[in-house]
């Protein structure tokens, strides 16, 4: 099984810039792609997809947005902070079936 | 528009057996795959199983010995059970789309919230 590993939690503040990161413990790429999605979630709702292929912006997701990496390192990142992007965010691979990231809870300084 | 909905019980007894339904409008079952996906209370997400467009499935290496997905593309449902629950099974469970050249997760269920407990 391919494992992805995130930090658990960043603290950041408003304005500024946030970078979140994942590590997996096999290469996701293939045939030029790298199977790498990012998903934000918030208390008490589904997730939500922020970024696919490592780097595609989804539909509706603001620019702030943005995700970077192949291989086996990846980052996603938010910048500039609003207040409402405090928010779990996941990475998944879907190189080899699907597996999720533990997961990077962000918070406001 | 694209919409997935779980559905079933709230509450299992330990031992017995979990069936949910996701029911699906706006696509066909036979041009997306559709994944389960569960939640433990605080915690983060567990891939669970997937039924690909042409209606053979795949499962985390951890439940395959207790999971079982399938659909009725007639009704635009697919069913998840789960048998032998534990308490460690309580969680949300989601049902997700995957598109097929990318798979990644486009839309997700609202989840539905399951308790394993006597």
């Known amino acids: 099984d391919i494992v992805l590993t995130q930090s658990p939690a960043l603290a950041v503040s408003l304005g500024q810039r946030a970078t979140i990161s994942c590590k997996t413990n096999?290469?996701?790429?293939?045939?030029?792609?790298?199977?790498m999605h990012w998903y934000q979630q918030k208390p008490g709702q589904q997730p939500k997809l922020l970024i696919y292929?490592?780097?595609n912006l989804a539909s509706g997701i603001p620019a702030r947005f943005s995700g970077r990496g192949s291989g086996t390192d990846f980052t996603l990142t938010i910048d500039p902070v609003e207040a409402d992007d405090t928010a779990t965010y996941y990475c998944q691979q879907s190189r080899n079936l699907w597996t999720f990231g533990g997961g990077t809870k962000l918070e406001l300084k | 528009q694209v919409q997935l909905k779980e559905s079933g019980p709230g509450l299992v007894q330990p031992s017995q057996t979990l069936s949910l339904t996701c029911t699906v409008s706006?696509?066909?079952?036979?041009?997306?795959?559709v994944s389960w996906v569960r939640q433990p209370p605080g915690k983060g997400l567990e891939w669970m199983g997937v039924i690909w467009t042409g209606g053979s499935t795949a499962y985390n290496s951890l439940l395959k010995s207790r999971l079982s997905i399938s659909r009725d593309t007639s009704k635009s449902q697919v069913f998840l059970k789960m048998n032998s629950l534990q308490t460690e099974d309580t969680a949300t469970y989601y049902c997700a789309r995957a598109t097929t050249e990318e798979n990644y997760f486009d839309y997700w269920g609202q989840g539905v919230m399951v308790t394993v407990s006597s």
């Open positions: 706006g696509f066909s079952l036979t041009s997306y795959h």
């Open positions: 096999q290469n996701v790429d293939y045939y030029g792609n790298s199977y």
């Open positions: 292929l490592a780097s």
